[in-house]
């Protein structure tokens, strides 16, 4: 018999509410359906009413985890209207707090991806050593989050020589726990278990459905705006882009886990490289036009499109976040899978976290049962456990490590 | 396929159906195309030259809605922007979601923010508007200035019957 399970639209996992109309039949995924927009803001629309300077606050609104990549994609795109080259020293500054961003997020990501399998330890681990980029970012802009660092033409802040021995030993310190954590972290029997083979993304799906960032790098299409589009000062450092087969939720952590430790290496020498200089290329007027900006966020790639009258206000500016272009694939990865995987397949993509949820189960039209997140956590937790007790000779190894 | 120049191929292929053809830059080209032969040509993009469908975005100008298709060639590094008028005041064009499967919902959002009408779209159904937000009223138009439709209470106990009636799927 097939049942209907909605999803939100008070979602668990996803920034902005959206409801997912999960068919399953017994333990198993039929079909998926979406609707989403519950809490449209309407950004686009305001910012029409914005000069370019206000719309990179705004725009650094979209979203609080990756709040430097929208600016970064904003600013490209009016730099690419204006035909505005930016001073060097600007590019290595927006590097170093875009790839501080990705560390964090990354991290971000692992850790509620630890919750929602029960490894609570994972959980710690993860935002314990992400403390430390933001700290960094404190330290470096006065905020954890929302840096306010970027602005057309180049960057608003500076930083400082003398913080940089303090990013250097950030990056020291987190290099080896990264190393022990990803190889904990790989190494782990359950953890294998829990998301190998789960939300299996093919190379082929992939493509069709459009997937950008660290979804379509895990099924191994080799894309990476930073390095197909270089911007900022990707292209004067030595770095790889990390791709992954199969495409199933461990293939998307792996990915990231690695990701962090090449973000490490670009931070290192745009450090060691950076040069003296300006801080900013003067914006004298916006002719009429238009201009694309685009930006591998921590999510994927994120696109901003700016067309100008003439004015001190744009005619239009379009935004595409990461997660837009890679819910798609969501219908080649759940088919199949069990009503319990649903919470990490959901979490795969890294969507962002929001407030509150609730999930009813409905049979034959009325409500029968209702879900929160804690039911919908314990069941994932119960799967855990119960492949914890097969494997029991190597469960609580990451415990004791 | 190997391609080389991805524009100088679509020129090739599409003589008639390319109005323009402007080479910003070596990273940015926009193209301006007949809207009749939008399907024909985001499926030779899409399907022979293996481009990647960044995303559709629609404006208004006096011209008409024009909606951009902004396609990726990842491996060159260039930015293709596929761009199609179509005229005031019913705007209509093909969809190229039976095509591009990641077109499904951006031109179901133009739809509801801009008003245009995708031909053939598979599943043309509300995106982002709400279920009670009346029939006509496109609030991403310039002629729309913020208005949210006023309803008295008796209009929006009806509003709230019609949904409880039509219930949830």
Known sequence: ?401 | MKIVDPVKTLQAKFADGLIDVDERSSARVYVSIDPARVTDIVRFLFEDLGARFIIATCLETRAGMEILYHFSFDSLGVLVSLRAVVPMPEPRIDSVSPIVDGAEYIEREIADLFGVEFVGHPNPVRFLLADDWPEGVYPYRKEYKGQYPYRTEEELEEVREQIRQRGTK
């Open chain 1, 1 to 401: 018999m097939k049942t209907t399970i909605p999803v939100g639209p008070y979602h668990p996992l996803i920034e902005e509410p959206e409801l997912f109309r999960v068919v399953v039949e017994g333990e198993r995924v039929v079909d998926i359906d979406w609707r989403t927009s519950y809490m449209h803001r309407g950004i686009e629309k305001i910012a029409e009413s914005k000069t370019y300077d206000q719309i990179v606050f705004l725009v650094e609104r979209i979203c609080g985890i990756c709040s430097t990549s929208h600016p970064i994609a904003f600013c490209n795109a009016v730099e690419d209207l204006t035909g505005t080259r930016i001073p060097e020293r600007a590019k290595y500054i927006r590097s170093v707090v875009a790839e501080l961003e990705r560390i964090h997020s990354h991290l971000l990501w692992f850790g509620l991806a630890g919750h929602y399998i029960g490894y609570h330890t994972v959980w710690m681990w993860s935002w314990k050593y992400r403390e430390l980029v933001c700290d960094l970012f404190e330290r470096i802009s006065g905020n954890r989050q929302s840096y306010a660092m970027l602005k057309p033409g180049g960057v608003r802040q500076d930083i400082k020589p003398s913080e940089y021995k303090g990013i250097m030993a950030a990056m020291d310190e987190l290099e080896p726990k990264m190393n022990m954590f990803i190889g904990a972290v790989l190494d782990d029997p359950v953890i294998l278990a829990r998301l190998k083979g789960v939300g299996n993304l093919s190379r082929e799906d992939a493509i069709k459905r459009c997937t950008v960032g660290p979804v379509a790098r895990s099924a191994g299409v080799d894309i990476d705006v930073r390095r197909d589009y270089p911007y900022a000062a990707y292209d004067q450092v030595s770095w790889d882009v990390i791709t992954q087969t199969g495409g199933d939720v461990l293939a998307m952590a792996v990915v990231r886990l690695l990701e962090i430790l090449e973000s490490i290496k670009i931070i290192r020498q745009c450090i060691d490289q950076m040069p003296e200089g300006p801080l900013t290329e003067e914006i004298l007027e916006v002719l009429p036009g238009e201009g694309i900006g685009i930006e591998e966020a921590p999510r994927g790639e994120c696109f901003h499109y700016v067309r100008s009258n003439g004015t001190k206000v744009p005619d239009r500016v379009k935004v595409r976040a990461p997660t837009y272009s890679n819910l798609p694939s969501f219908r080649s990865r759940f088919i199949g899978e069990r009503v319990a995987d649903i919470m990490i397949i959901l979490a795969s993509i890294d969507p962002c976290y929001c407030c509150t949820n609730r999930i009813v189960r409905i049979e034959n039209g009325t409500s029968v049962q209702t879900f929160d997140e804690k039911a919908l956590l314990e069941m994932s937790w119960e799967r855990t456990k119960a492949l914890e007790k097969g494997l029991s000779h190597t469960a609580g190894r990451l415990l004791k490590l």
